[in-house]
């Protein structure tokens, strides 16, 4: 299996959440507060410079205001 870190879907992902975070209104500094995160933590899974796991990603979406699922379901269409 390759690695994820720079891989398609892990790119895809960062878009979604990157979108989704604009969409809302969010900077990277005001999600990072929520999440209680400093803002580089964003900036860093953002550009790919780090991975998020499952338990993150579902904090993320929370913070954010979105379905988990739907997300989900966005990269599955694109596989």
Do not use: N
Request: aromatic share 4%; net charge negative.
């Amino acid at each position: 299996m390759p690695k994820s870190l720079r891989s398609p879907r892990q790119h895809r992902l960062m878009e979604l959440l990157i979108a989704a975070r604009r969409g809302e209104g969010l900077t990277q500094a005001t999600l990072a507060e929520r999440l209680g995160k400093p803002q580089s933590y964003v900036a860093k899974y953002e550009t790919g410079e780090r991975r998020i796991d499952v338990i993150e990603f579902l904090d993320i979406t929370t913070a954010i205001g979105l379905d988990a699922a739907d997300i989900l379901a966005s990269l599955m269409e694109d596989h």
